[in-house]
T-cell receptor, first 116, second 115 residues
Framework: GNSVTQMEGPVTLSEEAFLTINCTYTATGYPSLFWYVQYPGEGLQLLLKATKADDKGSNKGFEATYRKETTSFHLEKGSVQVSDSAVYFCALRPSNRGSTLGRLYFGRGTQLTVWP | DSGVTQTPKHLITATGQRVTLRCSPRSGDLSVYWYQQSLDQGLQFLIQYYNGEERAKGNILERFSAQQFPDLHSELNLSSLELGDSALYFC??????????????FGNGTRLTVT
């Protein structure tokens, strides 16, 4: 089946520290991969995406590379800010036929807190 | 602003009652998805509609139902409410023309509290 596993939180970092949030997936074929961010009291916002192997998605200093060989899509940022404090979700959309409009499968989310 | 509108923002009701959550997708998006977010279960997919037709079903209870209307807005009906139904309910929409690479655009959710 399709599933996403991401590292358990919470993650607590000091400002300007390096961030990695691990995400691995199980899916057949070549799924599309996404990272979403949820700030307190808000809905999920798309952070970045990658649609094929070796693609790198990037946005607002965050990056993630689609690694088919390790079925991973780890989120990284070189220098986090207090404003990055939020919950981060990794997600996939399967590539199987008929899933053109399919749902996303989400990981359980990782809470990130950045201290000044 | 994602362009997806959900009402109401908050809902407090008693066990056994019935409520309706409403969602207006982004202009032009034909697909609507409903998700439930709770602390212990994370984000659970409930149901998907495309252009008025049910497309996929997830972990949706029989007490719950949904529909998508000709103007593409969607409603999620929750009946015989139990304490465990307390959660955040999100609606999302996507643009079918982008195919499987299209992201979901989420509303800000309806927080349901069952007392």
């Amino acid at each position: 089946g399709n599933s996403v596993t991401q590292m358990e939180g919470p993650v607590t970092l000091s400002e300007e520290a390096f961030l990695t949030i691990n995400c691995t997936y199980t899916a057949t074929g070549y799924p599309s991969l996404f990272w979403y961010v949820q700030y307190p009291g808000e809905g999920l916002q798309l952070l970045l995406k990658a649609t094929k192997a070796d693609d790198k998605g990037s946005n607002k200093g965050f990056e993630a590379t689609y690694r088919k060989e390790t079925t991973s899509f780890h989120l990284e940022k070189g220098s986090v800010q207090v404003s990055d404090s939020a919950v981060y979700f990794c997600a996939l959309r399967p590539s199987n036929r008929g899933s053109t409009l399919g749902r996303l499968y989400f990981g359980r989310g990782t809470q990130l807190t950045v201290w000044p | 602003d994602s362009g997806v509108t959900q009402t109401p923002k908050h809902l407090i009701t008693a066990t056994g009652q019935r409520v309706t959550l409403r969602c207006s997708p982004r202009s032009g998006d034909l697909s609507v998805y409903w998700y439930q977010q709770s602390l212990d279960q994370g984000l659970q997919f409930l149901i998907q509609y495309y252009n008025g037709e049910e497309r996929a079903k997830g972990n949706i209870l029989e007490r719950f139902s949904a529909q998508q209307f000709p103007d593409l807005h969607s409603e999620l009906n929750l009946s015989s409410l139990e304490l465990g139904d307390s959660a955040l309910y999100f609606c999302a929409s996507s643009d079918a023309r982008e195919g499987r690479n299209s992201p979901l655009h989420f509303g800000n959710g309806t927080r349901l509290t069952v007392t």
